[in-house]
């Protein structure tokens, strides 16, 4: 029942925040690992601990890492990827596993790795270097590289940050954290792009520039993004704190974005009546609330219907065009973004052809798809007339069950909500209904969605969803 965005807090912060927490918490990789691949390779080991790493020579121990065997590349690799690069556990896990036996010495595998995570091959070797002993059992060996060493470098007492965004790996971190959290992309449409880039681009600023044109963003926006995230995974002062939702920038909410909103909080609205007054579901509750919203716009709504329904449209096909039509998903509750798009546009021309042309046109709606509309929704509107029939309030008379909030600063776009058309047709729509229990409508600050919650009777919209509807609404004009 939750509007497909974005995902949770944890999830917004992508790869970059996963690569901080494996510097504190992922082990030293086994030296038994070197030592299979390296018999992999060719190469005999012994069996005992110190021999694989190291020769007993007049009491001393003399290291045996030996980066020409792929295989003990490989392990060395692993942390550097991880633990200073910032590549997520499981791309590297994927291609060192793949990489097994297809390059004939470490030499080879380092440059390999280089190109598919786009990172130069000198800072590879750099990071290579210091993760060389981290298995040895000799002097200066053994010791796994602090967290600090990781994002900085200690100068005078001080740490001095080592993020380097001309790296195309470290720029796509930060990418995903801007591009999520302050810039309302979907979570599926940037991994697709991110994990689809790699080894394409030369560098950061090539990354960042291919990353704009993709995603219909300014360069100088995304730059600005891109800088807020900068330090989110370093240690040194100023660094390591998640930039709050309210950090980014927060737009004026424009008529596109209410329009949107509208049907989305009618959407939830459905799922509240689904669940308080025990309506049958026969089919897909998801679809059951986007005909919900639209039935009740064309008919209760008639005047504004035509704008809501085509923002709610073209808002769902714009998420649409972000993925590949292969991709779009066939898992969840919901239905692709694009069927959601057409079943709405179907409903709205059921109800008037003529007048709803602007949403099939939004929709791509052929003519016979306009034609075949009007068959089967003028059967659901009818459906909706009979089920809604008893939950009305009497005429002229209002719930004194429902309560709409708006749960923010004095200041923000979403304060200045307050008495807008928009907020009186939503609070007609709600007091409308004989709710049998409080039921509440909330709009708050926050990175999340919209979404029906059953136990606290409470339709919650989220400052960040509505800031995405603006985003979407400039990339239109």
Same mark, same amino acid.
């Given at each position: 029942?939750?509007?497909?965005?974005? @995902?949770?807090?944890?999830?917004?912060?992508?790869? %970059?925040?996963?690569?901080?927490?494996?510097?504190?918490?992922?082990?030293?990789?086994?030296?038994?690992?070197?030592?299979?691949?390296?018999?992999?390779?060719?190469?005999?080991?012994?069996?005992?601990?110190?021999?694989?790493?190291?020769?007993?020579?007049?009491?001393?121990?003399?290291?045996?890492?030996?980066?020409?065997?792929?295989?003990?590349?490989?392990? &060395?690799?692993?942390?550097?990827?991880?633990?200073?690069?910032?590549?997520?556990?499981?791309?590297?896990?994927?291609?060192?596993?793949?990489?097994?036996? @297809?390059?004939?010495?470490?030499?080879?595998?380092?440059?390999?790795? %280089?190109?598919?995570?786009?990172?130069?091959?000198?800072?590879?070797?750099?990071?290579?270097?210091?993760?060389?002993?981290?298995?040895?059992?000799?002097?200066?060996?053994?010791? &796994?590289? *602090?967290?600090?060493?990781?994002?900085?470098?200690?100068?005078?007492? *001080?740490?001095?940050?080592?993020?380097?965004?001309?790296?195309?790996?470290?720029?796509?971190? &930060?990418?995903?954290?801007?591009?999520?959290?302050?810039?309302?992309?979907?979570?599926?449409?940037?991994?697709?792009?991110?994990?689809?880039?790699?080894?394409?681009?030369?560098?950061?600023?090539?990354?960042?520039?291919?990353?704009?044109?993709?995603?219909?963003?300014?360069?100088?926006?995304?730059?600005?993004?891109?800088?807020?995230?900068?330090?989110?995974?370093?240690?040194?002062?100023?660094?390591?704190?998640?930039?709050?939702?309210?950090?980014?920038?927060?737009?004026?909410?424009?008529?596109? %974005? @209410?329009?949107?909103?509208?049907?989305?909080?009618?959407?939830?609205?459905?799922?509240?009546?689904?669940?308080?007054?025990?309506?049958?579901?026969?089919?897909?509750?998801?679809?059951?609330?986007?005909?919900?919203?639209?039935?009740?716009?064309?008919?209760?709504?008639?005047?504004?219907?035509?704008?809501?329904?085509?923002?709610?449209?073209?808002?769902?096909?714009?998420?649409?065009?972000?993925?590949?039509?292969?991709?779009?998903?066939?898992?969840?509750?919901?239905?692709?973004?694009?069927?959601?798009?057409?079943?709405?546009?179907?409903?709205?021309?059921?109800?008037?052809?003529?007048?709803?042309?602007?949403?099939?046109?939004?929709?791509?709606?052929?003519?016979?798809?306009?034609?075949?509309?009007?068959?089967?929704?003028?059967?659901?509107?009818?459906?909706?007339?009979?089920?809604?029939?008893?939950?009305?309030?009497?005429?002229?008379?209002?719930?004194?069950?429902?309560?709409?909030?708006?749960?923010?600063?004095?200041?923000?776009?979403?304060?200045?909500?307050?008495?807008?058309?928009?907020?009186?047709?939503?609070?007609?729509?709600?007091?409308?209904?004989?709710?049998?229990?409080?039921?509440?409508?909330?709009?708050?600050?926050?990175?999340?969605?919209?979404?029906?919650?059953?136990?606290?009777?409470? &339709?919650?919209?989220?400052?960040?969803?509505?800031?995405?509807?603006?985003?979407?609404?400039?990339?239109?004009?």
């Amino acid at each position: 029942m939750v509007h497909a965005l974005p @995902k949770t807090t944890s999830r917004f912060l992508g790869t %970059a925040l996963l690569a901080a927490s494996l510097a504190f918490a992922l082990p030293p990789l086994s030296p038994r690992a070197g030592a299979q691949d390296a018999a992999q390779d060719g190469t005999q080991e012994g069996t005992q601990e110190g021999t694989q790493e190291g020769t007993q020579k007049g009491g001393s121990l003399e290291c045996r890492v030996n980066l020409h065997l792929a295989g003990m590349m490989s392990d &060395i690799l692993s942390n550097a990827l991880m633990r200073s690069l910032g590549q997520p556990e499981s791309a590297v896990r994927t291609f060192l596993d793949e990489s097994r036996g @297809k390059h004939p010495d470490g030499e080879a595998l380092l440059k390999a790795t %280089a190109a598919h995570f786009g990172i130069s091959e000198a800072e590879l070797w750099e990071q290579v270097e210091k993760y060389r002993h981290v298995n040895c059992s000799h002097e200066g060996g053994g010791a &796994i590289p *602090s967290a600090e060493s990781e994002d900085a470098t200690q100068k005078g007492g *001080s740490l001095e940050c080592r993020v380097n965004l001309h790296l195309a790996g470290m720029m796509s971190d &930060i990418l995903s954290n801007a591009l999520m959290r302050s810039l309302g992309q979907p979570e599926s449409a940037v991994r697709t792009f991110l994990d689809e880039s790699r080894g394409k681009h030369p560098d950061g600023e090539a990354l960042l520039k291919a990353t704009a044109a993709h995603f219909g963003i300014s360069e100088a926006e995304l730059w600005e993004q891109v800088e807020k995230y900068r330090h989110v995974n370093c240690s040194h002062e100023g660094g390591g704190a998640i930039p709050s939702a309210d950090e980014g920038p927060t737009l004026e909410i424009t008529p596109f %974005a @209410k329009n949107v909103t509208t049907h989305v909080v009618l959407h939830e609205m459905a799922h509240a009546l689904v669940r308080e007054f025990d309506l049958p579901v026969l089919g897909n509750e998801e679809t059951l609330a986007d005909a919900f919203a639209t039935h009740y716009l064309t008919a209760h709504l008639p005047d504004r219907a035509v704008d809501v329904l085509t923002a709610r449209v073209q808002s769902l096909m714009v998420e649409a065009g972000e993925e590949p039509r292969a991709e779009w998903s066939v898992n969840g509750e919901h239905n692709s973004d694009a069927r959601r798009a057409f079943q709405i546009a179907a409903l709205a021309i059921a109800a008037d052809p003529a007048k709803y042309q602007p949403v099939a046109v939004a929709a791509g709606m052929s003519n016979d798809d306009i034609r075949r509309a009007a068959d089967y929704g003028t059967e659901i509107h009818r459906s909706w007339r009979r089920i809604l029939r008893p939950l009305w309030m009497p005429e002229g008379l209002a719930s004194g069950e429902a309560r709409l909030q708006l749960n923010t600063e004095a200041a923000t776009p979403l304060a200045r909500l307050q008495g807008t058309p928009m907020m009186e047709e939503l609070r007609t729509a709600l007091l409308g209904f004989d709710w049998h229990s409080q039921v509440t409508l909330s709009f708050v600050d926050g990175d999340g969605g919209a979404a029906w919650n059953r136990s606290r009777r409470t &339709i919650t919209v989220n400052s960040g969803y509505v800031q995405r509807f603006v985003r979407q609404g400039m990339r239109l004009e």
